[in-house]
C-alpha cells in the first residue's frame, strides 16, 4: 500500500465499529479495499479501467480471504452505473480526472454516509509546487502513456461535498497529499 494510501487507511480507522458497505473508485490493485475488509468492511465493491488491476484486485482478496466479500468491475468512476454504499472511496483517483465535476458528480450520490479521497494538495506553497511538478509530469505521462495527472481545487472539491450535504470529519494534510474523510449530514 502506498504511504498516502496508508494515511487514507488509518483516517477510516472506525471501519470495525461501522462495518460499512464499501465503494472504491480507481481500486487498482484492490490493496485499500481489502485491508478495509479485513479491518470490518462487510462488502467491497471496486471499480477500476484496467483489467490488469483487476485482475491483481481479485488475487489479493482470494489471498486475504474476502473474496466473497468482493466485486470488482470494469468501467469509468464518473460513467459507469454505481449502486449506493455506506462508504465511498477514492484513493490518488480525482487527481486522474480531467473533469472533476463528473467525477463527483457520479460518485457523491453513491455515498450514504462517508466520502473518503486523497488527492495531491492544491493550497498554499504545496499545492504551487504541486502545480508545477505534476504539470511538467504530465506532460511526461502523456508522451509515456496518453494519462497525465491533475491537481484540481480543493476548495472547489469540498464546495462540491459540502453541496451534497457532507460535512468535514476529519482531515489530514501532507507535504504533496491531502487526505479527508467526510460524513453526510444527519439532517
Known amino acids: 500500500m502506498q504511504p498516502v494510501s496508508r494515511r487514507l487507511f488509518e483516517s477510516l480507522d472506525d471501519v470495525a465499529e461501522a462495518r460499512p458497505t464499501l465503494l472504491e ?18 462488502q467491497g465493491d471496486g471499480v477500476d479501467l484496467s483489467m490488469g488491476s483487476l485482475d491483481a ?15 470488482f468491475t470494469q468501467g469509468d468512476g464518473a460513467q459507469v452505473k454505481l449502486d449506493a454504499h455506506d462508504w465511498v472511496v477514492l484513493d490518488r483517483v480525482i487527481c486522474c480526472y480531467p473533469d472533476v465535476d463528473a467525477l463527483l458528480a457520479n460518485a457523491l450520490p453513491a455515498a450514504r454516509r462517508r466520502f473518503a479521497f486523497s488527492v495531491p494538495t492544491s493550497r498554499g506553497l504545496k499545492g504551487l509546487l504541486n502545480r508545477v511538478v505534476w504539470g511538467i509530469e504530465g506532460k511526461w505521462d502523456v508522451l509515456r502513456n496518453g494519462c497525465p495527472g491533475y491537481v484540481h481545487s480543493l476548495d472547489h472539491i469540498e464546495g462540491r461535498l ?17 487526505v479527508s474523510v467526510w460524513e453526510r449530514d444527519a439532517a
Open 25 to 42: 473508485l480507481g481500486c487498482g490493485s484492490g490493496a485499500l479495499l481489502v485491508e478495509l475488509l479485513k479491518s470490518g468492511a462487510t
Open 57 to 71: 484486485a481479485k488475487r489479493r482478496a482470494e489471498e486475504a480471504g474476502v473474496a466473497e466479500r468482493t466485486t
Open 162 to 178: 459540502s453541496a451534497a450535504g457532507f460535512k468535514l470529519l476529519r482531515r489530514n494534510t501532507g507535504w504533496m497529499w491531502h
